[in-house]
Antibody, heavy 124, light 106 residues
Framework: EVQLVESGGGLEQPGRSLRLSCTGS????????MSWFRQAPGKGLEWVGF??????????EYAASLKGRFTISRDDSRTIAYLQMNSLKTEDTAVYYC???????????????WGQGTLVSVSS | IQLTQSPSSLSASVGDRVTITCRAS??????LAWYQQKPGKAPKLLIY???ILQSGVPSRFSGSGSGTDFTLTISSLQPEDFATYSC?????????FGQGTRLEIK
C-alpha cells in the first residue's frame, strides 16, 4: 500500500525556518517525482513545487512566488522528500501536503497519492 | 495560467447528474486533472489527462475537454460524493488550481 507521511509542521515565528519531511513507503520511492502543495485555512489548493526522480535528472520546479525561500530535496536511500522553508511569513500558514508524481524530464501527468498533511502556523 | 471553475458551489440530490466546468485562461492541451477533497482530508485524484479515470475511482466520474474548456461529470450522485472538487493544470509552470467547487446536499 502506498503511503506518504508528512512531519515537521508546527508553530514558528516569522523570519525563522522550518523543514518538513515526507516519508514514502509501499512503492519504489526513487522512481517517482515528489511534490509539495499547501492549503491555507479555508482556501484553495496551491502548488509549491516538485523534485524529479534521479533518473529524470533530480531537478526541481517551484512556484515563482516561493522560489528562493523554499527548497525541495530528496534522500532516496531513506525514502524521504524534504521541504526547506526559510524566511517564513505569516501568509505561509497552511496545511502542507506531499504527493507522488508521475513526471518526466518535461512535465507531469498527475500527482496520484497524497499524504495526510502537516499544519504549519507562522505567527509571532 | 488561471483556471476558473463554475459553479463555485452547487446543491444537488442523490441520484442527480452533475457537471462542473473548468476554463483555462490559455490552452493546456490535455494536461488537466480533477481532485476531490473532503473536509480535513487530503485531495484524491479522480481524473488525469483530462479524461483518464484514475484506478479505483468509480465509473460514475468522467472527464472531458482539451485546450481551454474542461468538464467533470458525476453521472449519478452518491452520498459519499458530496465534497469540494478542484481542477489542476499541469501544462505550464507554475501549476495552478481552480478555486474549487463545493458540492452540497440539497
Amino acid at each position: 500500500e502506498v503511503q506518504l507521511v508528512e512531519s515537521g509542521g508546527g508553530l514558528e515565528q516569522p523570519g525563522r525556518s522550518l523543514r518538513l519531511s515526507c516519508t514514502g513507503s509501499g512503492f519504489t520511492f526513487g522512481d517517482y517525482a515528489m511534490s509539495w502543495f499547501r492549503q491555507a485555512p479555508g482556501k484553495g489548493l496551491e502548488w509549491v513545487g516538485f523534485i524529479r526522480s534521479e533518473t529524470s535528472g533530480g531537478t526541481t520546479e517551484y512556484a515563482a512566488s516561493l522560489k528562493g525561500r523554499f527548497t525541495i530535496s530528496r534522500d532516496d536511500s531513506r525514502t524521504i522528500a524534504y521541504l526547506q522553508m526559510n524566511s517564513l511569513k505569516t501568509e505561509d500558514t497552511a496545511v502542507y501536503y506531499c504527493a507522488r508524481g508521475d513526471c518526466s524530464v518535461g512535465s507531469c501527468d498527475q500527482f496520484d497519492y497524497w499524504g495526510q498533511g502537516t499544519l504549519v502556523s507562522v505567527s509571532s | 495560467i488561471q483556471l476558473t471553475q463554475s459553479p463555485s458551489s452547487l446543491s444537488a440530490s442523490v441520484g442527480d447528474r452533475v457537471t462542473i466546468t473548468c476554463r483555462a485562461s490559455q490552452g493546456v492541451s490535455s494536461y488537466l486533472a480533477w481532485y476531490q477533497q473532503k473536509p480535513g482530508k487530503a485531495p484524491k485524484l479522480l481524473i488525469y489527462g483530462a479524461s483518464i479515470l484514475q484506478s479505483g475511482v468509480p465509473s460514475r466520474f468522467s472527464g472531458s475537454g482539451s485546450g481551454t474548456d474542461f468538464t467533470l461529470t458525476i453521472s449519478s450522485l452518491q452520498p459519499e460524493d458530496f465534497a469540494t472538487y478542484s481542477c489542476l493544470q499541469l501544462s505550464t509552470y507554475p501549476y495552478t488550481f481552480g478555486q474549487g467547487t463545493r458540492l452540497e446536499i440539497k
